[in-house]
């Protein structure tokens, strides 16, 4: 990592981001854990790779150009990494967004200069959020002259931008020796983007995708999932280009028991999806050989979260667990992640 050099504009200092080594987290499970930091990136999060990537591809395939206008559905990281990308471009930026957004992430989307577009209502016939998202990218689409839609969804830029980037600054840094990969997945466009290297690179590599209870993902069954960025309503386009060696399913009380459980140990403050990581991982533990090395991604930092995730008021009225039961969950964790 550089230590001491210029970079020329905000751009240039997406990626390259720090891989740490976590001997807090789990201690007596005689595993090698990583972290791949990706909420240091400029806008906080992982998708400042795919919307750099997919802006860049606009542009320069014509589609888009300087002074056009985005409209694009996101969980709220895309939105903020966006919102960035375009001031970059003089683009206008509309970003569709749901209730689950956190307040913290519009805000800063508004900051820096991105138009919010909250739809507060699912879809009647699917009862899907994601599904009322689409239809309300299509009515701007309609409205706004000459607006265009990236759709992360399916756009191959999103996972080329981790192949090229995330999986890559992986590989060099472990001498391309990663036992198991672990992300959770929306678009899946980072698993898909590090599965595509892992398999191109002949790396041996298990590759573990964490989704949402709720999410219909890889099989999974529709229900309400309180998180956002995590899982998907519906059936992405990049999914289906995607077979992860491993789907582990968590709840979103397990998202907050990971959260805070890597907050505490390790002082690194993450959003809910790398809190599921955490979890899901305590879980893969005992059947893991002494030695092995687990690379996980860090999502996204855990400041929108302070309001949901790190609040036991939010936690007790929305998961309905109060503190004990979360302290009894983290003991939970704990034990679980002990080998042998
Ligand atoms: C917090 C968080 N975690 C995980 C993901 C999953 O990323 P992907 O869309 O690459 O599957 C997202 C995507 O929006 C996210 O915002």
């Not at 230590?3 to 987290?25: F, K």
């Not at 791949?36 to 750099?52: F, H, I, W």
């Not at 992986?170 to 898909?192: F, K, N, P, Q, Y």
Request: aromatic share 4%; hydrophobic share 40%; proline share 5%.
């Amino acid at each position: 990592m550089p230590t001491s050099s210029i970079v020329a504009g905000i751009n240039e200092a997406v990626g390259n981001t720090p891989l740490v080594r976590l001997d807090a987290l789990f201690p007596e499970s005689g595993v090698e854990i990583l972290a791949k930091l990706e909420s240091v990136n400029p806008g906080g999060s992982t998708k400042d790779r795919p919307a750099m990537a997919m802006v860049r591809d606009a542009l320069e395939s014509g589609r888009l150009a300087r002074g056009g206008t985005i409209v694009e559905s996101s969980s709220g990281n895309l939105g903020v990494a966006l919102a960035r990308a375009c001031n970059a471009h003089e683009l206008r930026f509309v970003c569709v967004v749901d209730a689950r957004t956190n307040a913290t992430t519009v805000r800063i989307i508004t900051a820096l200069g991105g138009e919010v577009d909250v739809v507060s209502e699912p879809d009647p016939e699917t009862g899907d959020l994601l599904t009322a998202r689409f239809h309300r990218v299509e009515e701007l689409l309609a409205e706004i002259p000459g607006a265009v839609n990236l759709f992360q969804y399916g756009n191959p830029a999103n996972p080329r931008a981790h192949y090229d980037g995330t999986m890559r600054e992986i590989a060099e840094a472990t001498g391309h020796r990663v036992d198991v990969l672990m992300a959770a997945v929306s678009t899946t466009g980072t698993i898909g983007g590090s599965a595509a290297y892992i398999r191109d690179h002949h790396m041996d590599t298990r590759v573990v995708a964490v989704d949402a209870v709720g999410s219909v993902l890889f099989g999974g069954t529709a229900a309400p999932r309180p998180l956002p960025g995590m899982g998907a309503g519906v059936v992405t386009e990049l999914s289906t280009q995607v077979e992860p060696d491993q789907v582990v399913r968590v709840r979103a009380v397990d998202c907050v028991v990971g959260a805070r459980h890597l907050a505490r140990t390790e002082g690194i403050l993450a959003g809910g999806s790398t809190g599921g990581i955490v979890s899901a991982l305590g879980g893969l533990i005992p059947d893991l050989e002494a030695g092995t090395r687990v690379v996980f991604v860090v999502h996204d930092g855990g400041v929108p979260y302070l309001e949901t995730v790190y609040d036991d008021q939010w936690v007790l009225d929305t998961l309905a667990a109060d503190p004990d039961a979360i302290a009894e969950e983290l003991d939970q964790l704990r034990r679980t992640a002990r080998r042998g």
